[in-house]
């Protein structure tokens, strides 16, 4: 079986996979100075909870933004999986897309796991891929699979913790789709709530509007990323909501490697 890890900036999430079948999927915050170790116990743990073993995992392979983080999963698969891990995006591992941006190196890794994903489930047509996480991605793939450029916005998360850092009189709220479609609050938390998530709403409609003209072709727009969901009433904004995009680009990028596709 593999082992799939992402490392975003704010979770990593950790997957098994059987061929192309996902079987079990897990999430933990992300933390550079966790050990080896320390992820040994929490994912054995876990993965006897789901009926696996350690000795089930025969490859591991890691994408991830948070540099620091990479050594100790490295020291993971060697000393817990017995193999080494491979690393998306470095040799051997290349991407097998082309990335068709100015600074192709400053590309992160999660996007162009995504962007490999993303030519997986719609081969043959333009693509916008709009990734919530600590950041919000919007990204545009070719009918080929290049990745061709995008947009970074602040995250959901993000945007409201800076609005209550910033403003000392307003409280911490969960963010969650509001109850109803007003967008005049009654309460100070339910105008911050109307303010973030109507605001948010807002400035997708505007950005894909915006790439869906610059590019001016048909395209199908996917989400993904922890927060997606948070979105899903919103059936015009997304084509297709994929919650394990990052995780499943991880799995074909594996299996491409190994079939010599």
Not at 50 to 55: K, N
């Amino acid at each position: 079986m593999l082992l799939a890890v992402d490392v975003g900036n704010t979770n990593a999430k950790f997957a098994l996979f059987k061929g192309d079948e996902l079987l079990a999927r897990w999430r933990i915050a992300t933390d550079d100075r966790r050990t080896c170790d320390e992820y040994a116990v929490w994912l054995d743990q876990l993965m006897r909870i789901e009926g696996y073993e350690r000795a089930d995992v025969d490859a591991v392979i890691v994408s991830t933004v948070v540099p620091r983080a990479l050594h100790n999963l490295q020291l993971l698969a060697v000393r817990y999986f017995g193999v080494d891990a491979l690393v998306a995006g470095r040799e051997p591992v290349s991407w097998g897309i082309a990335l068709k941006v100015d600074e192709p190196q400053s590309v992160g890794a999660d996007r162009a796991v995504n962007a490999i994903s993303a030519q997986a489930v719609e081969p043959g047509r333009d693509k916008l891929v709009i990734s919530f996480g600590t950041a919000t991605t919007l990204d545009h793939i070719g009918p080929d699979g290049a990745y061709l450029g995008g947009i970074i916005a602040p995250g959901v998360n993000l945007s409201l913790e800076a609005l209550v850092a910033a403003a000392a009189k307003l409280p911490r709220i969960a963010i969650e789709a509001p109850p109803t479609s007003s967008v005049i609050g009654r309460t100070t938390e339910s105008q911050m709530l109307i303010g973030v998530y109507w605001g948010y709403v807002a400035m997708m409609e505007g950005l894909i509007a915006r790439m869906k003209a610059e590019i001016g072709k048909p395209l199908t727009v996917i989400a993904t990323g922890g927060l997606a969901t948070l979105f899903q009433e919103q059936a015009h904004l997304f084509d297709r909501i994929e919650p394990d995009l990052t995780l499943n680009g991880l799995m074909h990028l594996y299996n491409q490697r190994n079939t010599g596709a």
